[in-house]
């Protein structure tokens, strides 16, 4: 893959954390455990050359490939040669409407989809944020596959008392796995760190409780991770000291306890006496 990527004349752009996938093994393993199907929506974010694009329209019904860098589009149109199953967009991960590129490529699919899944090989430097953008998108999500550096899949699969906000966040929307590690040479460049695939899946309900007022109290519990709960939670929600205890108590939390030993549950319940 590496050598096509060359022939295309592609010059990997750093300041867009581009690092192509260049192993078709681990392309094939990749969209295995993505487990598309025939009448499937794949969203596909940082298609680049398409390495993994080319597989995926192979098995799904459709994939919508979102693209930021357009001098990557022709050579992505070439290798997915005559393939009719896929709409190409240039476009930002953390701008474009995930709801309407769904709805469009429905129109063209003929049909509504089984279900909508979302793979991407992402820049480092948008993980966090392209992983919340579509775990809240409203769009009902079978699984998400994400290819992201090895240190952020330990953060995001971590549990008490090694939790943080990132983890929190991921879990409020589904269960994350850490499904395999691939070594720094199956890229091309080589990235300076390991990279993990990390599926997450959704849980089969919204969690039943206000996403807003939720990340409002565990913001403010992390914003000073070394201090203890009852302080962090004072100065982030301006509340009294003594209200904040009161709600930890409440909750079954001891006070002196620190944001990172908490589970989700323990959360979650904190929320309701705070809010």
């Given amino acids: 893959m590496s050598s096509r990527i060359k022939a295309h004349g592609i ?5 867009l954390g581009q ?18 199907g025939q009448d499937d929506l794949v969203l596909e974010i940082g298609p680049g050359a398409g390495a993994l694009t080319k597989h995926l329209v192979k098995c799904a019904g459709w994939v919508v490939a979102i693209e930021l860098d357009q001098t990557l589009i022709p050579a992505l149109r070439e290798e997915l040669g005559e393939a009719q199953n896929v709409t190409i967009v240039h476009g930002d991960a953390l701008k474009v409407d995930f709801v309407q590129l769904a709805q ?6 003929g049909r509504p989809f089984q279900v909508t899944r979302f793979v991407a090989n992402l820049p480092y430097y948008i993980t966090s944020a392209a992983i919340r953008r579509i775990l809240e998108c409203g769009l009902s999500i079978a699984s998400v596959v994400l290819t992201v550096q090895t240190e952020v899949a330990k953060r995001v699969t971590a549990q008490p008392p090694d ?60 914003s000073q991770p070394r201090k203890q709960l009852r302080n962090t939670l004072a100065a982030g ?12 108590r409440q909750s ?11 589970s989700l549950e323990e959360w979650k319940r904190l929320v309701v006496y705070l809010c």
Avoid: C, W
């Fill in 163 to 222: 939790m943080s906000l990132l983890a929190v966040s991921v879990q409020f929307y589904g269960r994350p796995d850490l499904l395999f590690r691939i070594s720094p040479n199956q890229f091309y460049p080589q990235p300076g760190v390991e990279s993990s695939i990390l599926r997450i899946t959704p849980h089969n309900r919204p969690p039943a409780i206000d996403a807003q007022k939720f990340f409002r109290v565990v913001k403010a519990g992390f």
């Fill in 237 to 248: 929600l301006k509340i009294t000291k003594s209200e904040a205890e009161a709600a930890l």
């Fill in 19 to 36: 690092n192509f996938l260049a192993d078709e093994a681990t392309a094939r393993r990749i969209v295995d455990a993505a487990e598309v």
């Fill in 252 to 262: 079954g939390i001891e006070p002196g306890r620190r944001a990172e030993t908490l």
């Fill in 11 to 15: 010059v990997p752009r750093k300041s």
């Fill in 104 to 109: 469009d490529a429905a129109r063209m699919f």
